[in-house]
């Protein structure tokens, strides 16, 4: 089970939650945690960049201080961060194919 999160970077609005295998959607208060705890690092001028937890891992990326985009993976088999930071960067340039990278550098809360 997967999850892929964007939300605005300045004030952790959701903009859109996708979960693998039709599994059930992230509760908002899970979601507001998750980038919480990655504002308060980047307020204490820390980099958190992964973090695991048995069989799960979660995986912050932030964009053009606009995105910032959050994957969870519960059952975590591949153990490879660099395979997560991929994928999000790949989500990203979908984006920016999608909607103009303009758009997504001028998000306002």
């Not at 004030?11 to 859109?16: D, I, N, Q």
């Not at 958190?48 to 799960?56: F, I, P």
């Amino acid at each position: 089970m997967a999850y892929l999160v964007a939300m605005t970077a300045g004030g952790g609005l959701p903009l859109f939650v996708r979960a693998r295998d039709g599994s059930n959607s992230l509760p908002f208060s899970v979601m507001a945690s998750l980038n919480g705890v990655h504002m308060y690092a980047g307020g204490r001028e820390a980099s958190l960049r992964s973090t695991t937890a048995g069989e799960k891992r979660v995986v912050w990326r932030t964009f053009h201080n606009s995105l910032t985009l959050i994957m969870i993976d519960v059952d975590d088999t591949t153990g490879a961060e660099l395979h997560f930071l991929n994928v999000l960067d790949l989500c990203f340039d979908a984006l920016v194919l999608y909607l103009g990278i303009g758009k997504l550098s001028d998000i306002r809360n």
